[in-house]
């Protein structure tokens, strides 16, 4: 409940400033099946391009509480970190080897709630390919909760004279992807693949359509 009411006070007093900000455009692969509204358990994934994805995100999906993972570095500046698990944040021990966000994370889909995640983990450096591999964790949860993916690309452009754009693409159905697939190590790389591929490909989608 107090997560719910950080989130819709955030959401309700900071909209007209993130609306001059990021002047956010939003596209849709196919808007009948996923528009912005989300019905039930889900994964967000997306590519990461700033610590602004974050912020973004919860304007996109107004209506739902995002739980987001998120990098222990940013629980560490307070009142930042304070901010954030009011928030619902998802703290990720990315040092200490510490998984239990991902049984966190599991007990929120399966009560219901949306959990996103940026499967390349971390911000790309100069000169990296981008988006960078994914991790196994977003693969790891689908298949445990058996939940539906939803792919989102956003073009990074924040505090700029370009517009930020985000592109909403269609759940993935998971079992498309692993049905035919044995054994379960053998099931998270092939729907981690997939969703680097489904990311790679809206960004080719936006390309296109956003010129």
């Known amino acids: 409940m107090f ?3 950080v989130n819709a006070f955030t959401k309700i007093t900071a909209w007209p400033v ?3 900000l990021f002047r956010t455009k939003i596209l849709y ?5 996923q528009g912005r509204r989300i019905k039930g358990s889900a994964i967000i994934i997306s590519n990461h391009t700033s610590v602004y994805d974050y912020a973004v995100m919860l304007f996109v999906f107004f209506s739902r509480t995002l739980r987001y993972q998120m990098a222990e570095v940013l629980f560490e500046k307070k009142p930042l970190g ?3 698990k009011g928030l619902g944040g998802i703290r990720v021990d990315r040092n200490n080897y510490d998984f239990s966000f991902l049984a966190r994370s599991e007990r929120i889909l399966r009560n219901g709630g949306v959990v996103g995640i940026f499967p390349e983990s971390r911000l790309a450096r100069k000169g990296e390919e981008r988006p960078l591999p994914f991790k196994p964790s ?7 909760a058996d939940v539906p993916v939803i792919p989102v690309y956003t073009n ?3 505090f700029s004279r370009h517009r930020a754009v985000v592109l909403i693409g269609k759940p993935m159905d998971i079992h498309v992807y692993t049905d035919r697939v044995s054994g379960e190590k053998e099931k998270i790389e092939a729907l981690t693949k997939a969703m680097r591929d489904k990311i790679i490909s809206l960004e080719k989608e936006y390309h296109e359509r956003w010129k």
């Open 3 to 5: 997560i719910r009411f």
């Open 82 to 84: 304070y901010f954030l």
């Open 156 to 158: 990074g452009c924040y």
């Open 29 to 33: 692969e196919d808007r009948r099946v």
């Open 138 to 144: 977003a693969a790891y949860l689908a298949l445990s």
């Open 18 to 20: 993130q609306r001059l």
